[in-house]
């Protein structure tokens, strides 16, 4: 995913942005054993759904609009809580992406991400295109947003960006996510 600062970020969590003009982006964490289950503007777990909170979805509402659908869940509780449905792209180079492939050659799950630019440039949240339910990627600007408004629930793991060529893309099953 991509912002005007510069990265894009695989989610259940996100993170920032370097200089204009160049793009990066975040994958998230969000696995049941890193969570300590304190209160969360994203009550789920895993990188690809993104359930949110009504006040996650008031500080982001204009970039969910554009990229995606918001599909109201129903609690027991009465609690109001939305699965948040991203556009799904195919934004993988899939020559220059490292990771695990199918039979077709094409990238199962990255290790290394290599985006094709014109592809995510200005989207703010996507999900990659995969018959599986593929990582859902956030751009600097939404990661931005999330700590402007200091919501809770999601951490953020650098997963691509455009200054750095494929061979020094981060591993993010090595990095350490972003702290907020």
């Known amino acids: 995913m991509t912002t005007s600062a510069g ?8 993170h920032q942005g370097r200089r204009p003009g160049s793009l ?3 994958v998230g964490s969000g696995g049941l054993a890193d969570r300590d289950f304190r209160p969360s503007d994203s009550p789920s777990y895993g990188s690809d759904v993104l359930v949110l909170r009504r006040s996650a979805i008031d500080a982001l509402r204009d970039m969910l609009d554009a990229h995606g659908e918001l599909l109201p869940l129903e609690d027991e509780g009465g609690v109001e809580l939305f699965l948040y449905n991203p556009r799904a792209l195919d934004a993988f180079d899939h020559e220059r992406t490292v990771g ?3 039979e077709n ?3 199962e799950m990255a290790n290394n991400h290599v985006f094709i ?3 995510v440039e200005g989207v ?8 599986r339910a593929g990582t859902i990627y956030v751009s600097d600007r939404f990661v931005q947003r999330w700590k402007q408004a200091k919501l809770k629930g999601l951490d953020f793991t650098l997963a691509w960006d455009s200054d750095l060529p494929p061979e020094a893309q ?3 099953w090595t990095s ?5």
Not at 7 to 14: G, H, K, N
Not at 124 to 131: E, G, L, R, T, V
């Open 24 to 26: 990066s982006g975040y």
């Open 7 to 14: 990265r894009s970020f695989s989610s259940s969590t996100v």
């Open 100 to 102: 695990s492939r199918d």
């Open 170 to 172: 981060p591993n993010v």
């Open 124 to 131: 703010d949240i996507f999900k990659q295109a995969c018959p």
């Open 105 to 107: 050659g094409r990238i």
């Open 176 to 180: 350490k996510p972003i702290k907020l």
């Open 117 to 119: 630019p014109s592809v």
